[in-house]
């Protein structure tokens, strides 16, 4: 099984700043990498797939990079709606997921 | 837009059958080249996922928790479902519904999800 490391667990950030989220595979994965958001009482959505993809109606402040096994999600200027948490998600072989990245206001 | 929602008993007893289903709407399940896939979320924690239905007929589940899952589907009513044998308090969580969406066979990411439901494992 690919097990997903996502680091911070928790990552203060004040509104208007950006934020990067890591995330690194056990091996690696190509880019056949999703990143997720999820809010309080909501199923997780879709941000980005293919490591760099933005999803439909996705803002432009979302960004994806990386491939192999090391990942990065950046939200450049953080809006107040993007408190929330993020997974990434592999499906190169199986599917699995990190265990997340809080984004909490600082 | 699909649109999908997650039906079944909010509370099963130790050692019984927990039993979902999912009702797709706005879409035809038995189209396209999608992997209908249902997916589990313990409070507070992150997301595993159990098992899917693709449009071939085919369905494959987590080797973790293959010898107690069924997931049958009902095309005629647009719906999938989940049963998973023999559960334990390890298996209360918050339990998804998903379309998958292939990038190639096999591989795929979930770009849609139902809101969800909670099922407690408690006598």
């Known amino acids: 099984e690919i097990v997903m490391t996502q680091s911070p667990a928790t990552l203060s950030v004040s509104p208007g700043e950006s934020a990067t989220l890591s995330c690194r595979a056990s091996q690696s994965v190509s880019s056949y990498l999703a990143w997720y958001q999820q809010k309080p009482g909501q199923p997780p959505r879709l941000l980005l797939h293919g490591a760099s993809t933005r999803a439909t109606g996705i803002p432009a402040r979302f960004s994806g990079s990386g491939s192999g096994t090391e990942f990065t999600l950046t939200i450049s200027s953080l809006q107040s709606e993007d408190f929330a948490v993020y997974y990434c998600?592999?499906?190169?072989?199986?599917?699995?997921f990190g265990g997340g990245t809080k984004v909490e206001i600082k | 837009q699909v649109q999908l929602q997650e039906s079944g008993p909010g509370l099963v007893e130790p050692s019984q059958t927990l039993s979902l289903t999912c009702t797709v709407s706005?879409?035809?399940?038995?189209?396209?080249?999608?992997?209908w896939s249902w997916i589990r979320q313990p409070a507070g924690r992150g997301l595993e996922w159990i098992g899917r239905f693709h449009t071939d007929g085919s369905t494959n589940s987590n080797p973790s928790l293959k010898s107690r899952v069924t997931i049958s589907v009902d095309t005629s009513r647009d719906q999938f479902s989940l049963r998973l044998t023999s559960v334990t308090a390890a298996d209360t969580a918050l339990y998804f519904c998903a379309r998958g969406n292939p990038v190639s066979s096999g591989r795929y990411f979930f770009d849609a999800w139902g809101q969800g439901t909670q099922v407690t494992v408690s006598s």
């Open positions: 706005g879409g035809d399940i038995s189209s396209g080249n999608y992997y």
């Open positions: 998600h592999q499906y190169y072989d199986w599917l699995t």
